[in-house]
Nanobody, 124 residues
Framework: QVQLVESGGGSVQAGGSLRLSCAASGNTISRSCMGWFRQAPGKEREGVAF???????AYGDSVKGRFTISKDTAQNTLYLQMNSLKPEDTAIYYC??????????????????WGQGTQVTVSS
């Protein structure tokens, strides 16, 4: 089982940037599907981005061109660079791990291990 700890959330004005980190322990993430999700109050958990064991990436439509997912296998850490932030990006952001090399989809139920989340607030 992988333990995941997110950091890097905070408050920022619209148009600003944040970089989220997800430190993993207990197993390497280099050959696993890793994802970022977010959940705003009153809304369902939404897939933001994923990266496969082979470094293929995919993004949700609402963040394409603004967010970038990456990983540092030496540090066993997953990142989410968020640029051009909008108020609608406000949510708790979660890191997730799937016990497989490939990512079948950006659906929360496909992922096995979760971090505790980090709050991102974007003001207009």
């Amino acid at each position: 089982q992988v333990q995941l700890v997110e950091s890097g959330g905070g408050s920022v004005q619209a148009g600003g940037s944040l970089r989220l980190s997800c430190a993993a322990s207990g197993n390497t993430i280099s050959r696993s599907c890793m994802g970022w999700f977010r959940q705003a109050p009153g809304k369902e958990r939404e897939g933001v981005a994923f990266i496969t064991g082979g470094d293929y990436t995919a993004y949700g439509d609402s963040v394409k061109g603004r967010f970038t997912i990456s990983k540092d296998t030496a540090q066993n850490t997953l990142y989410l660079q968020m640029n051009s932030l909008k108020p609608e990006d406000t949510a708790i952001y979660y890191c997730a791990h799937r016990r497989a090399w490939y990512c079948a989809s950006m659906v929360a139920t496909d992922f096995d291990d979760w971090g505790q989340g980090t709050q991102v607030t974007v003001s207009s």
